[in-house]
């Protein structure tokens, strides 16, 4: 348990479906960030935000849309996604984006993109 | 951040040392040496950072060479549940976001019974 928890822990949709990632952090955190880990590849960092505002996109499609409506919660909206989309998508928490600080990760969200 | 090099797999016998190298020769000075794992299908998890000083904590010693040019991560008594990949990344900690961290492909640890 390491106080980030991620809702589903598994997905699957289909190209024109809807859906979103939650992750809640309680550990009163100031950043928060989304990464996608596809089958064989490093982590990639997608999002990142602190003290609620996103501060870094690392070129995402704009079919992947984040929100963060505090500094516990993080959101990933899913649309129009493709199956090379299928990965496991984590959200990792820290006490802020700069310094010599640990990140804390979620066990992730499996999506399967039909 | 400077690139880290690692075997991609080794193995232990449960109740022995795990020692897992890593290289990091073109590592600069105000870069710190940090190790985390991932359980398969899991997040990754925090275990051990440092900067020149050899550094333990509840779960590992990290032993950083005094060039600074390599270090290892020791799991002193290894158990089935430490069977991970293990990520050696450098990475400096003064304008760069903590969470730029490159994990690479990492070493896979199996321990066996």
């Known amino acids: 348990e390491t106080g980030v928890t991620q809702t589903p822990r598994h997905l699957v949709m289909g190209m024109t479906n809807k859906k979103s990632l939650k992750c809640e952090q309680h550990l009163g955190h100031n950043a928060m960030y989304w990464y996608k880990q596809s089958a064989k590849k490093p982590l990639e960092l997608m999002f990142v935000y602190s003290l609620e505002e996103r501060v870094e996109n690392n070129s995402v499609p704009s079919r992947f849309s984040p929100e963060c409506p505090n500094s516990s919660h993080l959101f990933l909206h899913l649309h129009t996604l493709q199956p090379e989309d299928s990965a496991l998508y984590l959200c990792?928490?820290?006490?802020?984006?700069?310094?010599?600080?640990?990140?804390?990760f979620g066990e992730g969200s499996r999506l399967t993109v039909l | 951040d400077a690139k880290t090099t690692q075997p991609p797999s080794m193995d232990c016998a449960e109740g022995r040392a795990a020692n897992l190298p890593c290289n990091h020769s073109t590592i600069s000075g105000n870069e710190y040496v940090y190790w985390y794992r991932q359980i398969h299908s899991q997040g990754p998890q925090y275990i051990i950072h440092?900067?020149?000083n050899n550094e333990t904590n509840e779960m590992a010693s990290l032993i950083i060479t005094e060039d600074r040019k390599s270090s290892t991560l020791i799991l002193p008594h290894a158990t089935l549940r430490d069977t991970a990949v293990y990520y050696c990344i450098a990475t400096r900690i003064r304008g760069s976001t903590l969470g730029r961290l490159y994990f690479g492909r990492g070493t896979q640890l199996t321990v066996w019974p």
């Open positions: 440092g900067l020149k």
């Open positions: 990792a928490s820290s006490q802020d984006t700069q310094g010599a600080g640990e990140l804390f």
